[in-house]
């Protein structure tokens, strides 16, 4: 079985909601990104159920898919956008986002990304030291404009997540110990090209609890009110992303259920008027994509099989990455096909480069597979090593396919670079 309901065979085929995935690989070849336009609008309708009625503003991830088709779609459902660079601002306004809903993280802010989203007039720079702090003021005052902000905390929580996806530990590069939150509010208070607005943190991603959430939360709200006593109001709290998603057999909570204990938690310590602001990336997208790849060669060796498909790391970098396992359907099984243990790998020329190990599948050379849950990092995390341009993605709206970015060319690959004159 896949484990999204937008992808499911029928009469042993498997299709992207009404389309039959090799109609999609004889017309756009693979390697693929196929994306259900249905799966992410019902992604989102589960968010938009969880905060029905309440103060709160969903800012989607879009680094873990920034197409601007993908962005339109959550603009036209109401997304606001949650960003990382200068580049990922420019998309959000390509598609249509408004400033007004558009937070901007991440911990190394150039200074004409800074001017690029105070230019715009974003909802709020979520700051991740005392540098920034320090520079996002300079800044502004030069612009003569005040600058929202707010403080990214670190509240040394263990998401329980891989580590290169853990972000809420004392560790990590990410936000500012809490412990020294209260002095830098003070010291952003006094300066006049600041604008206080709220609090924010992130801890991680794939994340399939609750508690540590809630641990994050408790310890935002003690800062909220050390704040409130020092006469710091704040008008927001962004308890960032993470919501995990099933690329197996893990139990993804619904957004309902953090979002429940969320808003009654804020409630009971008086908080109730605060905006709740969440930053989802992977679970509005990750289970809305699959990667459509064909068996190029199968080869035998005393000690494994191995499946050599025409997608690599450089499509998916995950498995190599952070050993993330992704699903791996046979398109089109035919009767008779006999199983065996393969390893799926690229053409490319790193051992690394694997999509999944160990899996029993009936498969045949030219035969197409889907890489299953390749919606989020995915496309995003793709790179031209080895000289393989990106693959096209399309997006599937029920019997419609829709190329929302074309293959690159090989001549893509190097029109803009330089051979010097020589002398
Ligand atoms: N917000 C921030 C600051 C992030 O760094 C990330 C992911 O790294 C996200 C939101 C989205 O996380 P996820 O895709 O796990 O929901």
New binding site residues.
């Given amino acids: 079985m896949t484990v999204a309901p937008q992808f499911q065979f029928k009469n042993g085929v498997l299709h992207a909601e009404d389309i039959p995935l090799p109609e999609l690989a004889d017309q756009y070849a693979t390697p693929l990104y196929v994306y259900s336009r249905r799966a992410l609008r019902e992604a989102w309708e589960r968010y938009a159920r969880a905060i029905a009625g309440r103060n709160a503003l969903i ?1 989607y ?1 879009m ?2 898919n920034s197409n601007l088709a993908v962005l339109h779609e959550f603009q036209r459902l109401g997304a606001g956008f ?1 960003i ?1 660079s200068g580049g990922e601002l420019a998309r959000a306004l390509a598609a249509g986002a408004a400033p007004g809903k558009i937070v901007f ?2 911990v190394g802010k150039q200074a004409w990304e800074i001017r690029q989203a105070l230019s715009a007039n974003i909802k709020c720079f ?1 700051v991740e030291s005392a540098a920034e702090l320090e520079r996002l003021a300079d800044i502004a005052l030069e612009m003569g404009l005040r600058a929202p902000m707010s403080l ?1 905390v670190n509240p040394d929580v263990d998401a329980h997540t891989h580590p290169y ?1 853990s ?1 809420g530990l004392k560790e990590n590069k ?1 936000g500012v110990d809490i412990a020294a939150a209260p002095a830098l509010y003070r010291q952003a208070m006094q300066h006049p090209g600041l604008d206080i607005v709220g609090v ?1 943190c ?1 801890i ?4 399939l609890e609750i508690a540590p959430y809630l641990d994050a939360l408790g310890k935002l709200i003690d800062l909220i009110l050390e704040l409130r006593a020092d006469g710091i109001e704040l008008r927001h709290l962004d308890l ?5 998603i099933r690329y197996t057999d893990e139990t993804p909570l619904d957004p309902a259920d953090l979002l429940d204990p969320v808003f009654s938690t804020l409630e009971a310590r008086g908080l109730g008027h605060l905006q709740l602001i969440l ?6 997208v ?1 289970n809305a994509g699959i990667l459509l790849t064909r068996v190029e060669y199968l080869k035998r060796t005393p000690v494994r099989n191995f499946a050599i498909v025409d997608a690599a790391m450089n499509d998916l970098m995950r498995p190599a990455l952070y050993e993330a396992w992704h699903d791996v359907e046979p398109v089109a099984p035919r009767a008779g096909q006999t199983n065996r243990v393969y390893d799926i790998v690229g053409p490319i020329c790193e051992s690394g480069d694997w999509l999944a190990r160990q899996r029993e599948l009936p498969i045949e050379q030219g035969d197409l597979l889907a890489i299953m849950s390749a919606g ?2 995915a496309f995003s995390m793709a790179s031209q090593y080895n000289a393989r341009p990106r693959a096209a993605e399309v997006l599937v709206d029920a019997d419609q396919a829709h190329l929302i970015r074309p293959r690159e060319s090989i001549q893509d690959l190097y029109a803009s670079e330089r051979i010097p004159a020589r002398g």
């Fill in positions: 800012c991830g680094k873990a949650d990382v993280s991440g979520n990214r996806i972000t990410f924010d992130h991680g991603s794939q994340i960032g992303g993470g919501l995990g930053e989802p990336g992977r679970s509005l990750g989020a990092y």
